[in-house]
C-alpha cells in the first residue's frame, strides 16, 4: 500500500541554519504530495503542497520539490528561526477518497 | 467559529469505558476524516466519510470502533469498552472536496486527546 518515510528527529538547529527534513515515497498511481506543520498547542495545518512530477511548493521560506524520479518530497529552509520550531509531517494523498498518509513526523527545535 | 471544532478537547476514561467523541466540520464541506495520533507518531487514517455516507472504513481498529455522520455535517466517532491502546489524541478533518479529487489540503481540528486508565 501508500506509504511515506521521512527523517527521523530530533532535528537540533541554529537560528539562521539550513534546514533539509528528508521525505521518501511510495505510491501507485500518481499523489499529491503535501508537507504539514504543527506547533506546540495547535493542530495540523498545511504548509507547503505540490500535485504533480517537478513541482515545487513554497510558503514562509520553506520549499519542497515533487521529484518523481526518486519519489522524493524533501523539504528544505535556507535559514530557520526559532519559530519554525514544530513537528513537520510529510504525506500524501491519493485513491478515490482523498484521505491522506503521513510520514511519522519529525521534530524540529532551533535554538537562539 | 470558521474551522473544525472538536469536543471535548480532553477526555479522561477508565477502561471498559465507552466514549464519544465530536466533530463539527467547516459548514459546507462535503468530505470529513478521523485519524488517530499516537503519541510521537503521525495520524493514522481511521475512517472517511462523504456527506452522510461513510465511503471507506478500513482504519478503524476494530468493531469497538464506530463513526456516524446521519445529517452529513457532524460526527461523532464512538469507541465501546475503551482499552489502554486506545490512548491517543483523536483528529478530524474536513475538506469541501469529494472523493478523487486529490488536490485540496484537509483542514484538521485541534483534536480529542483520549487517555484510557
Known amino acids: 500500500g501508500d506509504s511515506v518515510t521521512q527523517m527521523e528527529g530530533p532535528v537540533t538547529l541554529s537560528e539562521e541554519a539550513c534546514l533539509t527534513i528528508?521525505?521518501?515515497?511510495?505510491?501507485?498511481?500518481?499523489?499529491?504530495l503535501f508537507w504539514y506543520v504543527q506547533y506546540p498547542g495547535e493542530g495540523l495545518q498545511l504548509l507547503l503542497k505540490?500535485?504533480?512530477?517537478?513541482d515545487k511548493g513554497s510558503n514562509k521560506g520553506f520549499e519542497a520539490t515533487y521529484r518523481k524520479e526518486t519519489t522524493s518530497f524533501h523539504l528544505e529552509k535556507g535559514s530557520v528561526q526559532v519559530s519554525d520550531s514544530a513537528v513537520y509531517f510529510c504525506?500524501?494523498?491519493?485513491?478515490?477518497?482523498?484521505?491522506?498518509?503521513f510520514g511519522t513526523g519529525t521534530l524540529l527545535a532551533v535554538q537562539p | 467559529g470558521a474551522g473544525v471544532s472538536q469536543s471535548p478537547r480532553y477526555k479522561v476514561a477508565k477502561r471498559g469505558q465507552d466514549v464519544a467523541l465530536r466533530c463539527d466540520p467547516i459548514s459546507g464541506h462535503v468530505s470529513l476524516f478521523w485519524y488517530q495520533q499516537a503519541l510521537g507518531q503521525g495520524p493514522e487514517f481511521l475512517t472517511y466519510f462523504q456527506n452522510e455516507a461513510q465511503l471507506d472504513k478500513s482504519g478503524l481498529p476494530s468493531d469497538r470502533f464506530f463513526a456516524e455522520r446521519p445529517e452529513g455535517s457532524v460526527s461523532t466517532l464512538k469507541i465501546q469498552r475503551t482499552q489502554q491502546e486506545d490512548s491517543a489524541v483523536y483528529l478530524c478533518?474536513?475538506?469541501?472536496?469529494?472523493?478523487?479529487?486529490?488536490?485540496?489540503?484537509?483542514?484538521f481540528g485541534e483534536g480529542s486527546r483520549l487517555t484510557v486508565l
Open positions: 504525506a500524501l494523498q491519493s485513491g478515490a477518497t482523498n484521505k491522506l498518509i
Open positions: 505540490a500535485t504533480k512530477a517537478d
Open positions: 528528508n521525505c521518501t515515497y511510495t505510491a501507485t498511481g500518481y499523489p499529491s
Open positions: 478533518a474536513s475538506t469541501p472536496l469529494p472523493g478523487g479529487h486529490n488536490t485540496g489540503e484537509l483542514f
